[in-house]
């Protein structure tokens, strides 16, 4: 069973944390939970957990201040931020974070990104012949929401992002209509099917840069399927709290 550490100072978000999905069904246990950064330091030490969850700001002591002090132990990294906190990525990348969950955290997401982390920790533990099952087959397998549409839907801008299309040509590709499937996200995410995807879009531009900050605006909005530069920057900018070259001075 995978075991997880949660690390959130924000009493609402971590009990949250801990109700939000059926752990046993995923594999999963949280062995731990931590109040501040001591005492997470303290909880991966002792419990050695495969994955962590943790707050960037906590008192006491930080994300960084507790990847430092545990770094001789391997689990994996998962930062729960804010977008007024992208501006930490490159250091948090830097520590072998492997992903961020953006507050207010979406429950698709996180059981997204845990199965995933757990489908590659067990994929190392397996031998040199098993044949994965692809990334979508992992995603309808699993079962990430409730609602099957919504976990087609997500499954296939995660395979898409990058490239050009409408969502009359999403719902074409999964067989349904426009409507029900706004209709599906709107209400399991809470928020609209083009809200995630420039959502999701952003985040993805925000790794690119982190790798290669030299990159230009056009470059980086043709990379995560943007057709018009300065719509990019402008997305980029509401969700980030910056333009992309602000961002790019950041990091550099």
Not at 65 to 74: A, N, P, Q, V
Not at 91 to 114: H, S, W
Not at 159 to 176: G, P, S, V
Not at 183 to 206: F, S
């Amino acid at each position: 069973m995978i075991k997880i550490v949660v690390a959130e100072d924000e009493h609402l978000i971590r009990k949250w944390l801990l109700t939000a999905l059926d752990f046993q069904e995923l594999n999963m246990e949280i062995v731990g939970v931590a109040e501040d950064g001591e005492e997470a330091v303290a909880l991966i030490k002792k419990m050695q957990p495969d994955i962590v969850l943790t707050d960037i700001n906590m008192p006491k002591k930080n994300a960084f201040e507790l990847f430092e002090e545990t770094k001789e132990i391997e689990y994996r990294k998962i930062i729960l931020s804010g977008y007024d906190e992208f501006n930490n990525a490159k250091k948090a990348m830097q520590y072998g974070v492997i992903d961020f969950l953006v507050k207010p955290i979406n429950i698709v997401e996180l059981r997204t990104c845990l199965v995933n982390v757990s489908y590659s920790i067990q994929k190392e533990n397996r031998p040199t012949n098993f044949v994965p099952m692809t990334q979508f087959d992992v995603l309808k397998d699993v079962r990430y929401s409730r609602d099957q549409v919504v976990t087609q839907v997500l499954a296939w801008i995660k395979d898409h992002y990058a490239e050009k299309f409408t969502i009359a040509e999403l719902a074409q590709e999964l067989n349904y209509s426009e409507s029900y499937i706004y209709q599906k996200v709107k209400k399991h995410l809470e928020m609209t099917l083009n809200e995630y995807l420039n959502r999701y879009r952003i985040k993805m531009a925000v790794n690119h840069l982190i790798k290669k900050p030299h990159l230009l605006v056009y470059e980086v909005a043709e990379l995560v399927g943007f057709n018009d530069y300065k719509y990019f920057n402008q997305v980029f900018k509401k969700f980030v709290g910056m333009s992309v070259t602000e961002f790019k001075e950041e990091i550099l």
